[in-house]
C-alpha cells in the first residue's frame, strides 16, 4: 500500500503565501503524475495543478502565476507554492497521486489520495 501525507495548510491573510507538501511512503516502484486538487465547501472537487514524471505543468486558470507545483522524486513528495492567495482560494487542498507498484510478479498502476489539508485565507 501507499500513504500520502500533506502538511502546510493553515490560516493566512489576502496576498499571503503557504507552502503545501504531500509525502508518499509505501510500496513505491515509481510516482508517474502528481496532482494537487482543491474543494470549497458545498463545491465539486477541482484539479488545480498537475506534474508529470517529466516535469510537465498545468495549473487551473483560476491559480496560473500565483502557484507553481513542484516535485522531488527522491522523496516522493510534491510541492504546492502558495502566492498571492485569495479569499476564493479557501478550501480543502487533497494531493494525488498515480502511482506504480511491484506485487512481486507485476508492475501495477494505482491511483492514491492524501487525507486533505485546510487552506483559509481571510479577507
Known amino acids: 500500500q501507499v500513504q500520502l501525507v500533506e502538511s502546510g495548510g493553515g490560516l493566512v491573510q489576502a496576498g499571503g503565501s503557504l507552502r503545501l507538501s504531500c509525502a508518499a511512503s509505501?510500496?513505491?516502484?515509481?510516482?508517474?503524475?502528481m496532482d494537487w486538487y482543491r474543494q470549497a465547501p458545498g463545491k465539486q472537487r477541482e484539479l488545480v495543478a498537475t506534474?508529470?514524471?517529466?516535469?510537465?505543468?498545468n495549473y487551473a486558470d483560476s491559480v496560473k502565476g500565483r502557484f507553481t507545483i513542484s516535485r522531488d522524486d527522491a522523496k516522493n513528495t510534491v510541492y504546492l507554492q502558495m502566492n498571492s492567495l485569495k479569499p476564493e482560494d479557501t478550501a480543502i487542498y487533497y494531493c494525488?497521486?498515480?502511482?506504480?507498484?511491484?506485487?512481486?510478479?507485476?508492475?501495477?498502476?494505482?491511483?492514491?489520495w492524501g487525507q486533505g489539508t485546510q487552506v483559509t485565507v481571510s479577507s
Open positions: 494525488k497521486t498515480d502511482t506504480l507498484r511491484f506485487t512481486g510478479t507485476r508492475l501495477e498502476s494505482s491511483v492514491y
Open positions: 506534474i508529470t514524471s517529466g516535469g510537465s505543468r
Open positions: 509505501g510500496n513505491i516502484f515509481r510516482i508517474t503524475a
